[in-house]
């Protein structure tokens, strides 16, 4: 149970720390950005040392109202056992550390782990807290299936 | 919608008074298995990633190389891994088209559809339930059923205290060759 909330405060500590340096930072230095960041959150126990989700981005710039600026964004799910489970990825957008929210009126595209089943849309908001995704525009689904299989 | 065999029988119209099981051993053929894509549109839609559900909401369309449907709302439960589509709800304004083998064209309009697809041993239950005044129409008869089932796997429609309107002379409607007479 400690490893747990461990694992759960620090990120978004940092995340909060984070946003904090960015908007002193960004006030000081309006270049100020940051690179790879990650923000993990884990499974109920007796799974608590799998990463449920991980939340990551190639690079960061602060806005004003602790906001950050992300590019390249991309949201892992896993199963308990450590198997991806959805891949959700956007190019631009802007995150909220403190209430665990993304957004943009960019592309987004979402697949399973196994790629059968493949979504694109336009303009979206990800609330981190319930795993909930919403596509505002233009939404496309692919979804792959095996045709009947025949009697043995 | 899911996909069945693209070589199963064309669908025939078989009705009935009492809904029949549904159950039905796959269609047998000789062409290996092999994937199909179903795609769907729609204004928006919200994902829930923890119970793995997703709502498709205005303007939908379906389109899979043998259906095409449209409807206001739809909501899919994403299957897990590797598993096939095992429940799907259309609601609103649902239209769904497509032709079978022979040629023959089919139109059916409903309130709400649910898709069903389980698999129990060599099994195969694959259906579409259409309820809210549901109604299906080819070149030869319209008929109404409250509900109506169509068995995917067979290929057969299902009906209690069917309707039907012919469009159709009445000498036709006793010749033989007519497939939607033999619904009853």
């Known amino acids: ?152 | 919608m899911a996909q069945t065999n693209p070589v199963a029988p064309a669908p025939a119209m078989a009705a009935t008074n009492v809904l029949a099981a549904t159950n039905a051993t796959a269609v047998a053929t000789n062409i290996p298995a092999a994937k199909v894509a179903t795609e769907i549109s729609s204004d928006a839609a919200d994902f829930d990633l923890n119970t793995r559900l997703a709502v498709y909401r205005g303007n939908v369309t379906v389109i899979d190389p043998q259906v095409k449907m449209t409807c206001e709302r739809l909501v899919v439960d994403l299957p897990a891994a590797g598993a096939h589509l095992s429940h799907v709800v259309a609601e609103t304004n649902v239209v769904i088209d497509f032709t079978d083998e022979k040629g023959q064209n089919y139109h059916v309009t409903s309130a709400k559809a649910v898709y069903d697809y389980q698999v129990e041993g060599s099994v195969t239950n694959e259906t579409v339930t259409f309820t809210g005044s549901p109604k299906v129409e080819t070149a030869q008869s319209t008929i109404e059923s409250e509900p109506m089932i169509w068995d995917r796997t067979r290929n057969k429609f299902q009906f209690i205290s069917p309707r039907m309107t012919s469009h159709e002379g009445l000498e036709k409607m006793t010749g033989t060759n007519n497939p939607s007479l033999k619904l009853f």
């Open chain 1, 1 to 152: 149970m400690k490893r747990r909330a461990t694992n759960l405060v620090l990120p978004a500590v940092a995340a909060i720390f984070l946003a904090a340096a960015f908007s002193e930072r960004a006030q000081q230095n309006p270049l100020g950005h940051a690179t790879d960041f990650t923000s993990e959150s884990y499974f109920e126990p007796p799974h608590e040392q799998q990463v449920k989700m991980r939340l990551s981005g190639a690079d960061a710039s602060p806005l004003p109202g602790g906001l950050m600026d992300v590019k390249r964004l991309r949201i892992e799910m896993f199963t308990v056992d450590g198997r991806p489970q959805l891949i959700v990825l956007a190019p631009q957008c802007t995150y909220s550390p403190l209430d665990g929210m993304a957004s943009s009126s960019g592309k987004l595209q979402l697949q399973t782990g196994d790629g059968k089943f493949r979504v694109e849309g336009e303009g979206f908001l990800w609330r981190q807290g319930d795993s909930s995704l919403t596509i505002s525009n233009h939404v496309h689904t692919v979804i792959d299936l095996p045709a009947l299989q025949p009697p043995k």
